[in-house]
């Protein structure tokens, strides 16, 4: 079976891809979306971060013989802990400044980061095994899924969805929402805001960790596996705008998918098909699609 | 007045350096200065950081370099040709960011500068792809003046970087500069005193990157090749971190800031190596190739505990003490 000429396979193929490396960017610019909305940071270490997620777990499981399932749960942990540090000792004083300084800073941290990742282990990529659970293919008839695709997207819409539902429908995402508001207010009723901005800014990162251990066995473990993934969801992100929580989550996933169909039908476009929505987008409805100004 | 004789001392070492140091080197630390003093124009004078400038930079380089090597064309007129490609790739990139403010603008020229160098990388014969456009001959200055000779090409791009100065300096304090540093402070304000904000914005934005593409172009003759590095992201960082170490928003800081960073990259591996020997530490020897994070660090530094820059931390300094106000 053919579509416009191209096998099926080959375009479900693409597509699965598409919403692997779509459920990253949701994965990421969800992030990046509930920090900016609690500090107004745009946290251009995002990439770093994912990278340092997939590095910890490749540690846990090559020194230390831990298995993937663990160190899934271990390592955003460990970098919503290094999240945790970032907040408390540096991001936490520019706060009263203009905005421009904390994308500044975390861009700092990205190259301090990236570089001392790569001063240890050069630019190579580190060998992950897919978890043996999850190795192999199914076969649909119409296409081979490969398992751990299936996982991936699985895992993230699943985390996701969860993201959106603490946010959007319990009170401690009220409280969230509230102080994205007006963080005075909510202070005045108690609510510990500095607290909250802190564990803000450690979940958005341990996030950021949870894609790179997902992507660890799919994509190459490298220092600068991050430096291009971020300025894609930089794009998704003035795409959607980061207004909306599932306004994220949409944009990531349809933009992934959009790529994945473009490397089938135009592959010479595929690495800048993001950026050429982007354009469209702002030429059209330069708010984004989901965006209020901010 | 002490203005005046710094800028005369400057002047003055930069006529003397080519008889002490090496002039290549020297030309290539002028075009930096020059791009940090363009890039400035934005940051310092108009309060949008553009994450994108390195766009401007190579993708003048490329086409100064194929109007000179493939095209035939004398270095007045390859260079010119670097300046309006700066611009006009200034114009397309400032159109599109301008209709989002603050940190949308930052990404958006990130993103746009991207596409850029996708664009290099895959664009064959021009570009040279990952191996580069190499061999660009230096040509002669108005079909005279030998450029291939060192002394020579240093004074003629110390003219070039003298007159593009001059115009920054210029602009700044014109009526159009005035308008800018409103928009700068108070954007509503602007719009209501009724000025075209968006127009003032997308002129600055041209400008600032035709510099970029004249310092782009001059550093690619100096050169005579032009690689990816010039359009990588890593570009636009760095001259973000000399402006910043420098003083943003001062007319001498970025310049100071870039001749520093500069020598720093340079000198690194030297320090690594000396901190190896000292310490006995293997690490240090990777210092550097790994140049982004030292360059990282300094970005924190400054972020943290420095965000005036050098000559902006001199002229609070100055302020306090001296008790006369200096801009």
């Known amino acids: ?43 251009f270490a995002h990439g770093a971060l994912y990278m340092m997620g997939a590095f910890v777990a490749w540690m846990g499981m090559a020194y230390f013989g831990l298995n993937y399932w663990f160190m899934l749960v271990l390592s955003p942990l460990i970098v919503g802990v290094f999240g945790v540090i970032i907040e408390k000792t540096m991001l936490r004083h520019l706060y009263k400044l203009d905005h421009l300084y904390g994308l500044l800073l975390t861009f700092g941290i990205t190259l301090l980061v990236e570089g001392i990742f790569r001063s240890f282990y050069g630019v190579s990529g580190q060998p992950f095994q897919v978890p043996e659970a999850l190795a192999g293919a199914t076969d649909l008839g119409f296409m081979v899924l490969p398992n751990y695709r299936a996982w991936v997207v699985v895992a993230s819409v699943g985390v996701c969805l969860s993201t959106w539902y603490v946010i959007e429908k319990t009170k401690l995402g009220a409280y969230l929402r509230a102080g994205t508001e007006n963080p005075k207010l909510v202070e005045a009723f108690g609510v510990n805001v500095p607290l909250m901005v802190t564990l803000t800014y450690g979940f958005g990162v341990a996030l950021a960790g949870f894609a790179g251990v997902l992507a660890a066995p799919i994509i190459q473990v490298q220092p600068l596996m991050g430096q291009n993934l971020i300025i894609v969801v930089f794009a998704v992100v003035v795409i959607g705008g980061m207004g909306s929580i599932m306004g994220s989550i949409l944009t990531g996933l349809g933009l992934g998918v959009i790529e994945g169909l473009t490397k089938v039908f135009y592959p010479e476009f595929s690495s800048t098909v993001v950026f050429l929505v982007m354009v469209i987008v702002l030429l059209i409805r330069p708010a984004g699609l989901f965006g209020k100004e901010k | 007045m002490y203005k005046k004789y710094g800028y005369l001392i400057a002047f003055a070492i930069a006529v003397a350096a080519p008889f002490v140091g090496y002039p290549v080197f020297l030309a290539k630390l002028l075009c930096f200065a020059l791009f940090a003093c363009a890039f400035n ?80 990388l895959r664009a064959g014969e021009f570009t040279g792809g990952e191996d580069g456009l190499q061999g660009v001959p230096r040509g002669k200055l108005l079909g005279v003046i030998d450029l291939a000779n060192d002394t020579n090409l240093y004074f003629f ?128 020897n990777t210092i550097g190739e790994a140049v982004n994070m030292v360059v990282g660090l300094i970005f924190i530094i400054c972020v943290l505990l420095f965000r005036r820059g050098i000559i902006g931390e001199f002229i609070a300094w100055f302020g306090r003490n001296g008790g006369k106000k200096t801009a």
């Open chain 1, 1 to 43: 079976m053919e579509i416009f000429g191209y096998p099926l396979p080959m375009i479900m193929s693409q597509l699965t891809l598409g919403l692997v490396n779509g459920s990253f960017y949701a994965m990421l610019s969800l992030g990046l979306a509930v920090i900016f909305g609690l500090l107004n940071v745009i946290n």
């Open chain 2, 41 to 120: 124009l934005l940051i310092g004078f108009t309060g949008l950081l553009s994450f994108g400038h390195a766009a401007f930079y190579g993708g003048a380089g490329y086409v100064a370099g194929n109007a000179m090597k493939m095209w035939g064309w004398p270095v007045e007129l390859g260079i010119l040709a670097g300046v309006a490609a700066g611009g006009l790739i200034g114009l397309v990139m400032g159109a599109l960011a301008i209709r989002r403010q603050g940190i949308y603008f930052s990404m958006i020229t990130l993103a746009l500068a991207q596409m850029v160098y996708f664009g290099a």
């Open chain 2, 157 to 284: 791009v110390l003219g070039i970087c003298v007159l593009a100065f001059a115009l920054i300096v210029r602009t700044v304090h014109s009526p159009f500069g005035q308008v800018l540093k409103a928009v700068k402070e108070n954007e509503p304000r602007a719009i209501s005193l009724g000025y075209d904000v968006d127009k003032y914005k997308l002129l600055a934005f041209v400008l600032s990157a035709a510099l970029s593409g004249l310092a782009g172009a001059t550093n690619m003759l100096v050169q005579g090749f032009e690689t990816l590095t010039d359009v990588h992201w890593t570009m636009s960082g760095l001259v973000i971190l000399m402006t910043l170490v420098g003083g943003m928003g001062t007319l001498a800081g970025p310049m100071l800031g870039a001749i520093i960073i500069i020598a720093l990259e340079n000198k690194l591996g030297d320090w690594g190596i000396f901190l190896t020997n000292a310490t006995g530490i293997e690490w240090f």
